[in-house]
Every structure is written in structure tokens, then in C-alpha cells.
């Protein structure tokens, strides 16, 4: 049985899904029910509800939706699916009302791997290692999604859905006027000397100001850092992390990068004009380039994103959801919910519809067999872009998302910040990230 937090590990919890004031009146988070292992897996009889609801946002609602009519055909009519979309924002926060008052959640909901272990955390959600261990589900998917489910003492709170192993999407037009050769860049080193054959006004890359700890995190990853140890201790002001600072640096000072905001219509604008040439996301970035800026079709490229030193390890992860189950349902309605959960994840032929139609990226290793990722996408100058991110997802090291992960989020953007504002190096930068987050959560620095 998994312990319950301490009473500081609590109230740090609830600060961090902004449960904090309404918990003191509601008395209890969710069902106030002991944590512990879920029922009998499914099958064998096991009663199910004739209806399910899940709670998804954008295109992750919009790719459930074309999996609810072969669930509902496959049962024949005896089950209804119920998708409803939300923006992010306004989910997760109907979704912490629903855990407060201990009714209304939907039968699943996604989760952000970012965000897991918050909701973990508190014991909200439905404990499915037991299903997962029946099915024999765990080796299914790519290694490196478990840990932001998993509790550390066997639990598992949800399934994998997507991952976003990073490429780095590139305007092929821009290059090419400016004599650059992407299968030469390597290196961050070469990819900072690219970026210098570009004109005034127009930028190799891009470091939000909204999003610096989105940066730092996919280059600490791709090092192989963690950001806590095994112990709990705060690892962020590491060799890898001092790397990472670095080369943010170095492509400021070279001039190279614009500090536009991540997803505002400027942002939107210069990649649609070029004036921005370069796009490290993960693979999710497919389908928004797709949606948002159709008519750059045949003009973008992707490679893999550049090491930290000749022959490094190029494979990393931006981004990443998964289902979850509220533990305050039914064991009928959880039993609906897992057999559409495992239907739309596990089955390579819906998780490639979903890819196909909305460039969410599968985390199951079958999906990868589909002819799909053989094809030319046109968007993409009939690259085989698809494989290329299934041979990185193989590649992906692991990352240890904790309760405590929005704290290092928080602090890296601080800090990396006020480095590239000239206030002090990389190495303080990092290193006051570190005592900030120590601070913060009542732990001891690595």
C-alpha cells in the first residue's frame, strides 16, 4: 500500500494544483478513500456502464472523437462515448472542482505528463497497475513514460497516450536561400555558426520568455539529467544543467535567436514569413504547422535536434499526455473507462488514425510498423518525417516528473532568465534555480 503524503507534502501538493484555500473548508481531496490497489482487472464478467465521458483539450479531444465510433460499434450499439473539449486552462481547473466536492468527474481524463505526479500525488486517480500487469501492457510502450505515472512503490495512475520526441522543424526555403545544409548541423556548435549566415532580422531560432523552462528542459533531457535524485534531493544545478545554460547563452550573444512569445499570433506570424527559420518541438508540432500555417505546405523540413558534442545522443521528449481514471467513480464506470482507455491506446490502428489526422504521436512501439511512417508528407517537401520520430522515440532517456516539477519549472524560467538578461552566468543562474527550488519544497540540494 502507497503511504500518504506528510502533512508538508500535502499542503505543497495542494499549492501546486491551486487546491489550497478550498481544501481547508472542503476537508479532504477527492473521495477521502485510503490509496490503494485498483479492482480486479477487467474482464471475467466484470459489470461495465452502458456510457462514458472523457475530458480532453484541442486536438487531443478532436482525436477521441474518431475512436468513439469504432468503440461503439465494436460493442454494437451497447455503450455511448462521450467526448467533451475543453480548453486546458479551464479543464484542469473543473477538473480540481470535481476532485474538491468528490463528484462530477468525467469516466477518464488526460493529463499532461508535466503535470502527472501533481494529481498522483493527492490520490485522485484510479490505481491501474493491476490492469496494466494483467494485460501485460508495460513493455508496450516506449521506455521513459512510465516514470511521471508511477508513485515509486508499484502504483500506476494512468496510461500512456503520446510522446513528443523533438525535431527540429526548419523553414527548407530559408535554408536554402542562405546556402544552409541541415544534414550538416550536428552540433549545437554548428548550428550556432548556421545561424550566423542568416540576415539581420531574420533568426535561426527562437527562446520564449514564456517558456525558457521548456528549452532547458528537452537539452538537460537529451544530456541525460534529472532534475531530482532517487532520494528527492534537487539536481538542477548540475554539469548537464550548466551545458544547457550555456548554449542558451551562446545563442543569444551570437545573435541568432528572437524572444518572441510561444503561440501568440507574432510567433504564428514569423514562422509563417520566415522570419523565424527554425523550430525545435516535439513531434505534436506536426499537426499544429499543418492547422495553423497552411500555406507554408512544401516548405518545411525536419532533423533531428543537434548534440552537445560530435556523435552525442540526439534523441529527446517535448511534451507527452496520457488518460487517466478519478478514483471518485464506480468500479462500472471504471471498468467502461479502462476498456476504452486500453481500445484507444493500445490498438496501433486508432493510434495511427489519431497521428494521421492530428500529429499526436503515439507512445505504443507497435504503432511504429504502420506503412504510414513510411510515406512522404507533402506539408513537409515529401520528407519521411514520421520515421525519423520513431527512430528517435526508440533513443529517449528517461525523466524522473515529480509533485515538485512546476517548482523547477518556476525557477529555470527565473533564473535563465535573468542570465540572458546579463545579470549573471550560467552557472549562478543554474545554481540559484537550485536554492530556489530547495527553498521552496524543504529539500536538500544534490
Not at 490509496?35 to 461495465?48: D, H, K, L, S, V
Not at 499526436?360 to 504503432?367: E, N, T
Request: hydrophobic content about 40%; proline content about 6%.
Amino acid at each position: 500500500m502507497a503511504h500518504e503524503p506528510s502533512a508538508i507534502g500535502r499542503r505543497r501538493l495542494l499549492v501546486g494544483v491551486g487546491l489550497l484555500g478550498a481544501a481547508g473548508s472542503a476537508g479532504c481531496v477527492g473521495t477521502g478513500e485510503p490509496p490503494g490497489r485498483n479492482e480486479a482487472p477487467a474482464g471475467g464478467g466484470e459489470a461495465m456502464a452502458d456510457a462514458v465521458t472523457g475530458w480532453a483539450w484541442d486536438v487531443a479531444a478532436k482525436s477521441l472523437d474518431l475512436v468513439d465510433g469504432p468503440y461503439e460499434k465494436r460493442a454494437d450499439g451497447a455503450v455511448d462515448v462521450t467526448i467533451r473539449e475543453m480548453g486546458h486552462d479551464a479543464l484542469v481547473d473543473k477538473f480540481k472542482s470535481t476532485l474538491l466536492s468528490g463528484s462530477g468527474a468525467p469516466d477518464f481524463v488526460i493529463l499532461e505528463s508535466v503535470e502527472a505526479q501533481t494529481f498522483v500525488g493527492i490520490r485522485s486517480l484510479r490505481d491501474v497497475s493491476d490492469r496494466i500487469e494483467a494485460g501485460g501492457l508495460r513493455p508496450e510502450f516506449v521506455s521513459g513514460k512510465w516514470e511521471a505515472l508511477s508513485d515509486g512503490e508499484g502504483g500506476v495512475y494512468a496510461v500512456p497516450w503520446d510522446i513528443g520526441p523533438v525535431g527540429v522543424f526548419y523553414r527548407r526555403d530559408v535554408y536554402e536561400e542562405h546556402g544552409i545544409d541541415p544534414s550538416g548541423i550536428d552540433t549545437w556548435k554548428r548550428y550556432i555558426e548556421a545561424g550566423k549566415k542568416l540576415p539581420e532580422g531574420v533568426f535561426m531560432d527562437n527562446l520564449p520568455p514564456d517558456d525558457l523552462a521548456g528549452v532547458w528542459r528537452y537539452q538537460f533531457r537529451q544530456l541525460g539529467g534529472q532534475p531530482f535524485t532517487p532520494d528527492g534531493e534537487v539536481n538542477v544545478h548540475t554539469e548537464e544543467s550548466v551545458r544547457v545554460a550555456r548554449n542558451m547563452l551562446a545563442q543569444k550573444e551570437a545573435g541568432i535567436v528572437s524572444n518572441v512569445e510561444s503561440w501568440s499570433s507574432s510567433w504564428f506570424s514569423a514562422y509563417g514569413e520566415g522570419t523565424i527559420a527554425s523550430l525545435p518541438a516535439g513531434a505534436w508540432m506536426e499537426g499544429t504547422l499543418r492547422d495553423s500555417l497552411p500555406e507554408t505546405a512544401g516548405e518545411w523540413g525536419v532533423y533531428a535536434p543537434p548534440a552537445f558534442e560530435p556523435g552525442g545522443n540526439r534523441a529527446t521528449n517535448w511534451g507527452g499526455s496520457n488518460l487517466g481514471i478519478p478514483k471518485q467513480i464506480d468500479a462500472a464506470r471504471t471498468a467502461r473507462a479502462w476498456d476504452f482507455t486500453t481500445f484507444a491506446l493500445t490498438t496501433p490502428e486508432m493510434q495511427n488514425r489519431m497521428y494521421e489526422n492530428y500529429g499526436i504521436f503515439p507512445a505504443l512501439k507497435s504503432a511504429y510498423d504502420a506503412d504510414l511512417y513510411d510515406d512522404e508528407v507533402e506539408f513537409f517537401g515529401g520528407q519521411r518525417v514520421r520515421r525519423l520520430f520513431a527512430d528517435l522515440a526508440s533513443n529517449i532517456p528517461g525523466y524522473r516528473f515529480t509533485e515538485d516539477t512546476p517548482e523547477v519549472t518556476e525557477a529555470i524560467g527565473t533564473h535563465l532568465q535573468r542570465m540572458l538578461d546579463g545579470k549573471y552566468g550560467p552557472e549562478e543562474a543554474v545554481t540559484r534555480a537550485a536554492e530556489q527550488v530547495a527553498s521552496r519544497i524543504g529539500a536538500d540540494l544534490a
